[in-house]
Nanobody, 127 residues
């Protein structure tokens, strides 16, 4: 079983950057595809980005494409979400989710496709 743990959230001004981390202690984490989702107050959970277990096939929501970058480091069992050019509408609780990647290039885009979820980390972007 994999238990993702997010970190790196905080308060930033518009235009600034933040890097979120998603770590798991399980040595099997490298076999899992990982996704980032976010939930703003009063809104549905929104897909942000996803990456395959091999580190390929990065996929982004249109709202963050060109500003956010997802990557993974197999050496430290961590997936990162680099968030640049932050906007107030990026304010949300960000969640990391994981599920076993059937193939090295498999990515999942829907929350229902993920079996394991972290507790979330708050990101607030002020204007």
């Amino acid at each position: 079983q994999v238990q993702p743990v997010e970190s790196g959230g905080g308060l930033q001004q518009a235009g600034a950057s933040l890097r979120l981390s998603c770590a798991a202690s399980s040595r099997f984490f490298s076999s899992y595809a990982v996704g980032w989702f976010r939930r703003a107050p009063g809104r549905e959970t929104e897909f942000v980005a996803a990456i395959s277990r091999s580190g390929g096939s990065p996929f982004y929501a249109d709202s963050v494409k060109g500003r956010f970058t997802i990557s993974r480091d197999s050496n430290d069992n961590t997936v990162y979400l680099q968030m640049d050019s932050l906007k107030p509408e990026d304010t949300a609780v960000y969640y990391c989710a994981a599920n076993f990647g059937v193939t090295p290039m498999t990515v999942f885009l829907s929350p229902s496709e993920y079996a394991y979820w972290g507790q979330g980390t708050q990101v607030i972007v002020s204007s």
